[in-house]
């Protein structure tokens, strides 16, 4: 993509873009951040563009599907979550190509954004802090406010950005202040969002998914209901809360409750999906622009990019 920015053309962003969700290409992951930066880049008049590695994390570094020459050359780098396979991250998959990339760009790439999983394997590698397993899966959309005042990837925000959240783990906040990670987007319950290393850019730690649709979290409930009637897992999934007005919240509660006493996997084919959808309450995609836009502004201001 390119953009113009009041007559003068800006030599483009170069986006990396690491997905340990899946090996293969275009995946939802890889759209959902895709369209968010995309999006800030636009109403920013950045121009960007974007170098995709769709990794197999079952595999050796060196053969997990990323150009790993090709990756230090990026401006930025965004690295996908994936789901945890495994109680401790020491003995996640993806951590080793969470360590590599880590080894690879430092002092390379100006900045890393982290998420969800990949976001505590690196605070793993890098400050020994360890995820702690919830009792229950954390699937909501919170409210943070700005913990670090002035830091110019939270400029523009005001107390109460919404987040949606969807993890079997967490990285207790006191822990972060010890180890001199800032907390930039904090919520309550020892709860945060967004952290940054001590130097506010280098990395970035996403505990949330700033990227999901507005309809993401309603889907990944109808899968996790999936995976339940299937016999995939023992926990009946919880509805996220707040997300939907009450006639739409009721609505599904009552569709899952018949769900959990008939048991018939059936039913998925009649989830009430356009009613509930019609429902959602919750928009977090105007403070998600704010901060892409943010951290692309960053990004180029610390590269000294040139106009032409």
């Excluded at 079997?168 to 907390?183: D, F, I, K, M, Q």
């Excluded at 979290?217 to 509805?239: C, I, K, M, N, S």
């Excluded at 569709?255 to 928009?283: V, W």
Aim: charged share 25%.
């Amino acid at each position: 993509m390119s953009h113009t920015s009041h007559g003068a053309e800006r030599a483009a962003l170069r986006i990396g873009l690491v997905d340990l969700m899946s090996a293969v290409p275009n995946r939802p992951a890889q759209k959902m951040f895709r369209s968010a930066v995309e999006s800030a880049a636009t109403a920013d008049g950045l121009p960007i563009t974007f170098d995709y590695h769709a990794v197999d994390p079952l595999c050796a570094p060196e053969h997990c599907g990323i150009d790993w020459r090709r990756l230090v050359t990026a401006d930025a780098l965004i690295v996908t979550g994936s789901e945890p396979t495994r109680l401790d991250i020491e003995s996640e998959p993806a951590l080793a190509v969470v360590r590599r990339i880590i080894e690879d760009t430092a002092d390379r790439v100006p900045s890393t954004l982290f998420s969800c999983q990949s976001a505590h394997a690196a605070l793993y590698v890098l400050y020994g802090l360890r995820r702690r397993r919830l009792p229950d899966k954390y699937t909501e959309v919170s409210a943070h406010r700005v913990s670090a005042p002035g830091q110019p990837l939270t400029a523009g925000m005001s107390d109460g950005v919404p987040v949606p959240h969807s993890r079997w783990n967490s990285v207790p906040t006191e822990e972060l202040h010890r180890a001199g990670v800032v907390p930039l987007l904090e919520a309550d319950g020892d709860n945060w969002h967004l952290a940054a290393s001590p130097d506010g850019l280098r990395q970035l730690f996403c505990q949330g998914h700033p990227e999901y649709r507005r309809d993401t979290l309603l889907r990944e409930y109808q899968r996790d209901l999936r995976r339940h009637l299937a016999g995939e897992t023992d926990e009946f999934p919880e509805l996220p809360e707040p997300y939907l007005d009450e006639p739409a919240r009721e609505l599904v509660l009552r569709y899952a409750e018949k769900m959990r006493e008939q048991r018939d996997i059936a039913l998925l084919s009649s989830f009430p999906t356009e009613s509930a959808m019609a429902g959602i309450l919750a928009d977090w995609q105007p403070d998600t622009r704010r901060f892409f836009g943010n951290w692309l502004h960053a990004v180029a201001g610390s590269t000294a990019r040139p106009t032409t």
